[in-house]
């Protein structure tokens, strides 16, 4: 996978791209990171990329030209289009299942403003998807962008050490993980669940299922509404709701 990411800051994304799981798979040579301060497309001697808004009011608004121009440079002679995102709080949530579908993907571009906002152009003629990471406002785009790609990268074939980490991860499946313990088995008088030392898988993947189911329901039930609740999943939720 190619990431093309376009930035006033370019240098927000060196210790990010630099680090853990992300640099790994620039090793591995599953994805490849550039970044391009759009600036340099500002096509005027002060090198401004934004401007007053038509209509007045307050802030400042991204030219269009320069984002255009970078997109163009970048994405020229590609085979196949990609897919150009904004980072903007009025975009669609970010989910699990929006990663995985940009995971298949062979090119991403994102867009990171600053200032008010964007020129509507841009919004309606250049780019393919406007994503928010969640309901509140950041000075720009790049921690959104940064989060987007983490997630992207680490369901790329052979990132992780276990593929399978993946797809058993807390929205994955469509319910939160269950919780998770390691050595020792004991510590401060706290007890690791006896089924997990038992040796018996089946038991081990039924309190697994059963403690997912429950996590779901105490913390995020609204994931409950969509899911497909098989009949025996049904009659552990109606046990974990009188244990509750």
Known sequence: MKIDVLSLFPSM??????????????EKGAVDYNV???????????????????GGGAGMVLKPEP?????????????????????CPQGERYTQKKA??????????????HYEGYDERIRE?????????GDFVLTGGELG???VIDSVVRLLPGVLGN??????????SGLLEHPHYTRPAEYNGHKVPDVLLSGNHSK????????SLRRTWTRRPDLLDVYPLSDQQKKWIEEIKKEH
């Open 100 to 113: 995985e579908e940009l995971s298949k993907e062979e090119h991403l571009v994102f867009i990171c403003g």
């Open 125 to 133: 003629h250049l780019v393919t998807d406007e994503i928010s990471i």
């Open 67 to 87: 984002i255009f121009e970078a997109v163009h440079q970048l994405t020229q002679g590609t085979e196949k289009a990609p897919r150009i995102i904004l980072m």
């Open 163 to 172: 593929d399978e980490s993946a797809v058993k991860d807390s929205h994955s």
């Open 204 to 211: 081990i993947d039924e309190w697994r299922m059963k403690e």
């Open 36 to 54: 391009t301060d759009f600036r340099q497309f500002s096509g005027n001697k002060h090198n401004s990329v934004d401007d007053y808004p038509y």
């Open 13 to 26: 994304f060196d210790g990010v791209f630099g680090e853990s799981i992300l640099k790994k798979a620039k």
């Open 145 to 147: 962008a940064m989060t």
